[in-house]
């Protein structure tokens, strides 16, 4: 098994940024939303292909996903959009 380091970026509510540029592979994700909270898209570079999508429910909370195996690789590297009310912390290596 292959050991990588790890490294975390994060994006503000209704905003995109730029994880990373470098190829590299999604370890986990951490999101916090309100009520009115929008979707979390993660691409493959910006204006790539969506490698992750998600919606969280109408109800504030928080949620912390582990990804299997490796993780969800991003060649081009890990650009996040994030809806209103929805802030994620992308953990890659």
Same mark, same amino acid.
């Given at each position: #098994?292959m050991?990588?380091?790890?490294?975390?970026? &994060?994006?503000?509510?209704?905003?995109?940024?730029?994880?990373t540029?470098?190829? &590299?592979?999604?370890?986990?994700?951490? #999101?916090?939303?309100?009520? &009115?909270?929008g979707?979390?898209?993660?691409?493959?570079?910006?204006?790539?292909?969506?490698?992750?999508?998600?919606?969280p429910a109408?109800?504030?909370? &928080?949620?912390?996903m582990?990804?299997?195996?490796?993780g969800?690789?991003?060649?081009?590297?890990?650009?996040?959009t994030?809806?209103?009310?929805?802030t994620?912390?992308? #953990?890659y290596?």
């Open positions: #098994m050991q990588t380091d790890v490294s975390a970026g &994060s994006v503000g509510a209704a905003a995109s940024a730029a994880i540029a470098q190829r &590299s592979r999604i370890k986990a994700i951490a #999101m916090t939303y309100t009520t &009115s909270a979707a979390l898209t993660i691409t493959d570079g910006n204006g790539g292909p969506t490698l992750f999508a998600f919606t109408a109800a504030a909370g &928080s949620l912390y582990l990804l299997p195996g490796e969800i690789l991003a060649q081009n590297g890990i650009y996040a994030t809806g209103t009310g929805t994620a912390t992308v #953990m290596g």
